[in-house]
């Protein structure tokens, strides 16, 4: 088994949510790539065997739509607009804003901290707020280089691990 035992007990509980087991295929490959960071063919066996669907079935909707990933990418992705609302918005530059701050160039490149990549999508949706992006689960709108600088420095300060004050001596 290479999902965890969180991500198990989520997928299995799925299947009560939807009315088709096909619909739950989605959200399965979600919870999977969420657990380990990208997804794999062993985690994609373990999702069909979970849904009891075809292997071939579940790997054809994983490589079918662009947010599923099946090489690592970083812990926090942006998926920039890039469509026309966005893009006479100043999507390119932000995107370029993005590819120098986090020293990648390509969808396919990690942040030499390992926590982001970028990507270029399709409209999602939300064109009155351009220019836009989705970011761990979220949208952001009206977005601009400083709102952006701010979104990468509180992920990094998350990442860093508390310091831990002395335990004050007893005295003896
Ligand atoms: S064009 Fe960017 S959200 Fe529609």
Redesign the pocket.
Known sequence: MSLSEHAVHEIRALPARFPEIRSAVMPALDIAQEDAGHLTPDNMSEVAGLLKLDPGYVEGVATFYSLFHRQPVGKHRFYV?D????MLRG?QDLIGHLHQTLGVSSPDEVSRDGLFSVEAVE?????EY???MRLDHQYHYDLTAEKLDQLIDERRAAQEPAVKKPRARKNA
């Open positions: 607009c469509n026309l609302s966005c999507a409209c999602l949706g939300a064109c351009a220019p836009m």
